[in-house]
Each structure stands twice: as structure tokens, then as C-alpha cells.
């Protein structure tokens, strides 16, 4: 009789054990973010002000959405990006983690300038990338489009948030 109570309880501990590990894989699920158009954008040629590129944009202007970014997304069109709008102009770093798609991060001074670059960011990459000046803005775009658009350090942006 005994022998039947431990083999009853190593049953109901394996069942148990099987729920668990089925509940805790549905709560680590991830969902696909969609692109929210917040904006508009558009990147101007520094000598000539002539419109190199233009873009909706959605706009990381919150703690979270700084931190959350562009993560979760299996794609982005040619004419989307996400502007960071940071509260202070100063040192700024990145990563790719779970950012499943390659980007351009192009960085801005306070006059919205561009400062700096970092060109094919890779997805999934968790090492830091930085401003390497400070900086107030971070456009990020898909990945070879500040090469296609021949971006240059000192050309600007302007942009519009949606009423």
C-alpha cells in the first residue's frame, strides 16, 4: 500500500511539473509590434536644404519607449522610422536586443543635426553602440539607407508630430 502512495505522488509531481513548464512558455511569448505613424519626417541636405529623404516616423519620447524602441518588429517599410527624443543632450547608447531587423542609427545634436552614425547595426546584437558625441536625437532607420540617401555629418532633419 505504501509503494502505491510514493508512485501516486511521483505521478502527480511529474503532471505538475509538465503544467508548469507549458504555462511558464506562454507567458514568455512575445507579440509582433505594428508601426503606429506619429509623424513625419524629413532629412535635408546640409549645403543645399534640398529633401534627401522622407519618412513616417513614430516617435520614442517616454522612458519605455526609448527603452522598447523598435524591438519585437520583423520588418519596417523604406519610409518608416523611429525618432528618440531624449530629455537632455548627452552621451547616448544602444543595442539591438531582440531587434530583429538590421538598422542605421543616425544620431543628432540639439540643433538636429547629424553628429554621428552607426551604419548595419545587426539584429540581435546586445553590444553597446554609442553617440560617440552627445546628442538629443537617434533616427533609426532600415539598414543602408544613410549610404542610398548619402547622408553626411551636418545635414539636419525636421519634423512634425500628428495632431
Not at 519618412?55 to 519605455?64: G, R
Not at 530583429?100 to 542609427?105: A, H, V
Request: charge should be negative; aromatic fraction near 10%.
Amino acid at each position: 500500500m505504501r509503494s502505491n502512495s510514493i508512485y501516486i505522488l511521483l505521478i502527480a509531481f511529474f503532471i505538475l511539473q509538465i503544467s508548469c513548464k507549458e504555462g511558464s512558455k506562454k507567458e514568455i511569448k512575445t507579440t509582433t509590434v505594428a508601426f503606429k505613424k506619429e509623424g513625419t519626417l524629413q532629412i535635408l541636405q546640409k549645403d543645399t536644404d534640398s529633401i534627401l529623404a522622407h519618412l513616417d516616423i513614430e516617435i520614442a519620447d517616454t522612458d519605455y519607449e526609448r527603452e522598447t524602441g523598435l524591438m519585437y518588429r520583423n520588418a519596417m517599410e523604406i519610409n518608416q522610422g523611429m525618432l528618440f527624443v531624449f530629455e537632455d543632450l548627452s552621451m547616448h547608447y544602444f543595442y539591438m536586443k531582440n531587434t530583429k531587423i538590421p538598422l542605421d542609427l543616425i544620431y543628432l545634436d540639439e540643433n538636429m543635426k547629424i553628429a554621428s552614425f552607426q551604419k548595419n547595426a545587426q539584429p540581435m546584437n546586445e553590444s553597446s553602440l554609442s553617440s560617440k558625441v552627445p546628442v538629443k536625437y537617434v533616427l533609426e532607420v532600415n539598414a543602408g539607407l544613410a549610404d542610398k540617401w548619402a547622408l553626411a555629418i551636418g545635414d539636419s532633419i525636421t519634423y512634425q508630430k500628428n495632431p
